[in-house]
T-cell receptor, first 108, second 112 residues
């Protein structure tokens, strides 16, 4: 079993839909990262959070430390949101452990 | 301000060869981490450099080694390449080991 699990693995949506990607982890962490990876490999860091909720534009990330669970929400999704979304848990030793990613496709 | 840069962008090697990948961190960043991402998988942590020393290491054999220079740039060296080393190699930089990491575009290595 992976230490960081994401669901779903693949997600398709119509433009405008509200999207939720989930991340569960089984290790002690100091922070959790949400990353976006576009075709070709470039990775962009979206959020780093250790408690509560963060919002940036149409993106919202939440984390529940007790339940070891985090969610990434995209409101009013757009085709340009199509990418792989990866959650990564920062261990207390500072090492990042990555989930396998959620491939999102948003159709017009 | 240039972000994290990596070179080369693509590389083809044959089994048994050695390869060196390079990473220049974002301006002001002093910590560099390297990751290997196989096709369809999430990145796997290789090691992290801070103050020119390897601070953390993932589950990779000694064939994988690195270096950090006084200007904080870093190299990843892989000896005796195997077919399974084919992957996207990502470098990420940060200010210290606790802060948000910024990723480079990656070097795509193909071992034939």
């Amino acid at each position: 079993k992976n230490e960081v699990e994401q669901s779903p693995q693949n997600l398709t949506a119509q433009e405008g839909e509200f999207i939720t990607i989930n991340c569960s982890y089984s290790v002690g962490i100091s922070a959790l990262h949400w990353l976006q990876q576009h075709p070709g490999g470039g990775i962009v860091s979206l959020f780093m959070l250790s408690s509560g909720k963060k919002k940036h534009g149409r993106l919202i990330a939440t984390i529940n430390i007790q339940e070891k669970h985090s969610s990434l929400h995209i409101t009013a999704s757009h085709p340009r949101d199509s990418a792989v979304y990866i959650c990564a848990a920062r261990r207390n030793t500072d090492k990042l452990i990555f989930g396998t990613g959620t491939r999102l496709q948003v159709f017009p | 301000d240039a972000g994290v840069t990596q070179s080369p962008t693509h590389l083809i090697k044959t089994r048994g060869q050695q390869v060196t990948l390079r990473c220049s961190p974002k301006s002001g960043h002093d910590t560099v981490s390297w990751y290997q991402q196989a096709l369809g998988q999430g990145p796997q942590f290789i090691f992290q450099y801070y103050e020119e020393e390897e601070r953390q290491r993932g589950n990779f054999p000694d064939r994988f080694s690195g270096h950090q220079f006084p200007n904080y740039s870093s190299e990843l060296n892989v000896n005796a390449l195997l077919l399974g080393d084919s992957a996207l190699y990502l470098c990420a930089s940060s200010i210290g080991v606790q802060e948000t990491q910024y990723f480079g575009p990656g070097t795509r290595l193909l071992v034939l």
